[in-house]
């Protein structure tokens, strides 16, 4: 149930926001490629791909390895706020 009511709160989301791109973007400036984020995160490249574009939406767990990864707040990862600092 409360994996139904994230994909549906998700995905109205990224109808507003480019996950995918701003993904894309954190990697590239931190010099990370596909696939040593996917090793770092613990899922496979492809996993990585459809992220970045916007062909799959994330699991909660994943977006929590993503944030901790890049030293981020969840609401930045999703667009929800431009400030990256975690609390």
């Known amino acids: 149930f409360v994996s139904t009511i994230f994909n549906k709160i998700f995905s ?3 109808k507003m926001f480019d996950f995918g791109n701003h993904l894309k973007g954190l990697r590239l400036k931190n010099n990370i490629t ?3 984020l996917a ?3 613990g899922i496979s490249e492809r996993g990585i791909q459809n992220y970045e574009l916007n062909a799959r939406k994330p ?3 994943i977006l929590i390895a993503l944030a901790r990864f890049f030293d981020v ?3 930045y990862l999703v667009g929800e706020t431009t400030n990256p600092t975690r609390r």
């Open 39 to 41: 090793k770092a995160i």
């Open 59 to 61: 699991t909660f767990d």
């Open 12 to 14: 109205e989301m990224c």
């Open 73 to 75: 707040s969840i609401d």
């Open 34 to 36: 596909q696939k040593d």
